[in-house]
T-cell receptor
């Protein structure tokens, strides 16, 4: 089974709709991240959480919100979706001191979101 | 904040050739530089990283070099194979425990 899962994998929605993307992990990591990937723009950090009580804005947080429901769950919400939020969204986890690298991030398979 | 520039954006090579991807960073306090590989339809995966107290690191056919004075680091892939075809991202952070700033990615295509 995958260590980092994202649901849904694909979503098409309309402008103005509220959308929630969910991320779950079985790695036991404290740190979780949400990224957005656009062609030619790489990976940009939206929000991150270093533990259940910690939420931080990333580079491009406007128009997004998050909820850390438990160590294993981190959700990303678009309160009122707009077309320029059409992108590939990735969740990632990390735990300093584990793995082969002291800050290796483990990515989920991604959610492709289309806002019409 | 940190800014990471990555070049080229696309790179086409013949199987067996070498490939080099270069990145520059702006924050002199950055000291951790990982490289991620993203295969089609998947999330990125760490392939190699380097810390600022090391100038070069090698793992089989891939190597990374770091020049802290010039604030640039590079990924070298030798004897490329079709399965090396993917998007590669460089990244930088101040410590191994803070967030990563990614470059915009390089699409590598290895032709048989």
């Amino acid at each position: 089974d995958a260590d980092v899962t994202q649901t849904p994998r694909n979503r098409i929605t309309k402008t103005g709709k509220r959308i929630m993307l969910e991320c779950s992990q079985t790695k036991g990591h404290d740190r979780m991240y949400w990224y957005r990937q656009d062609p030619g723009l790489g990976l940009r950090l939206i929000y991150y959480s270093f533990d259940v009580k910690d939420i931080n804005k990333g580079e491009i947080s406007d128009g997004y919100s998050v909820s850390r429901q438990a160590q294993a769950k981190f959700s990303l919400s678009l309160e009122s979706a707009i077309p320029n939020q059409t992108a590939l969204y990735f969740c990632a986890t990390s735990d300093p001191g584990t793995g082969n690298s002291y800050n290796e991030q483990f990515f989920g398979p991604g959610t492709r979101l289309t806002v019409l | 904040g940190e800014n990471v520039e990555q070049h080229p954006s696309t790179l086409s090579v013949q199987e067996g050739d070498s490939a080099v991807i270069k990145c520059t960073y702006s924050d002199s306090a950055s000291n951790y530089f990982p490289w991620y590989k993203q295969e089609l339809g998947k999330g990125p995966q760490l392939i190699i990283d380097i810390r600022s107290n090391v100038g070069e690191k090698k793992d089989q056919r891939i190597a990374v070099t770091l020049n802290k004075t010039a604030k640039h680091f590079s990924l070298h892939i030798t004897e490329t194979q079709p399965e090396d075809s993917a998007v590669y991202f460089c990244a930088a952070s101040q410590t191994g425990y803070s967030t990563l700033t990614f470059g915009k990615g390089t699409m590598l295509l290895v032709s048989p």
